[in-house]
């Protein structure tokens, strides 16, 4: 079945510490996003990519990075300067590169990021 | 910039009864609109979109939405509420001018379906 797969599940991460979230599609998908969901705001856009080697700044992308070496995967590395990586993260995608396509986004189920 | 209102934190209903789930956008230009349901720690599924045309959309699981432009609303329904229809409800928008394909999403409305 195609889809986005997101891992690990669940992660902690250490003071100082930066860690990675996987997100790997199979959807064939140009575009990829990831988000940060808290409760009660809804989810919030941090980085996304509309094509292999090329990424933009979402609304909230301080404290994070990403890479698009791959079609098929987008990680998203939470830095140590992110103060309240507390929260659960999406990743999700979408086709057609086209800045106004009307196609919806495919979500992963998550990765819920804990501080330790 | 565009953004989703969701007035209602939460919306209980009886099973059985007719559901109304609010939303309403401010976009510049014509507004590509979209209703996603999340169930507990899973990401979202899509439900519904209005792109053009007619006004009522029909969606997957029995909901649908109407598109009232001059009201710039977005509202989900569903004739008979089921209790596995409780979930957490996002509204979102994409607007045609600028924004490229970023989606902007509602903070999302609770819904509980009660026997």
Not at chain 1, 49 to 55: C, E, G, K, M, Y
Not at chain 2, 49 to 74: C, M, R
Not at chain 2, 93 to 103: A, E, H, P, Q, S
Request: glycine letters at 10%; one cysteine or more.
């Amino acid at each position: 079945d195609g889809g986005i797969t997101q891992s690990p599940k669940y992660l902690f991460r250490k003071e100082g510490q930066n860690v990675t979230l996987s997100c790997e599609q199979n959807l064939n998908h140009d575009a990829m996003y990831w988000y940060r969901q808290d409760p009660g705001q809804g989810l919030r856009l941090i980085y996304y990519s509309q094509i292999v080697n090329d990424f933009q700044k979402g609304d909230i992308a301080e404290g994070y990075s990403v890479s698009r070496e791959k079609k098929e995967s987008f990680p998203l590395t939470v830095t140590s300067a992110q103060k309240n990586p507390t929260a659960f993260y999406l990743c999700a995608s979408s086709s057609g590169q086209q800045s106004y396509s009307n196609q919806p986004q495919h979500f992963g189920d998550g990765t819920r990021l804990s501080i330790l | 910039a565009q953004s989703v209102a969701q007035p209602e934190d939460q919306v209980n209903v009886a099973e059985g009864n007719p559901l109304t789930v609010k939303c309403t956008y401010s976009v510049s230009g014509n507004p590509y609109l979209f209703w996603y349901v999340q169930y507990p720690n899973r990401g979202l599924q899509f439900l519904l979109k209005y792109i053009t045309g007619d006004n009522l959309v029909k969606g997957s699981y029995g909901f649908e939405a109407e598109f009232n432009k001059s009201q710039t609303s977005f509202h989900l329904k569903k004739p008979s509420a089921l209790v596995s229809d409780s979930a957490l409800y996002f509204c979102a928008v994409r607007g045609l001018t600028g924004g490229g394909n970023k989606l902007t999403f509602g903070t999302g409305t609770q819904l509980k379906v009660e026997l």
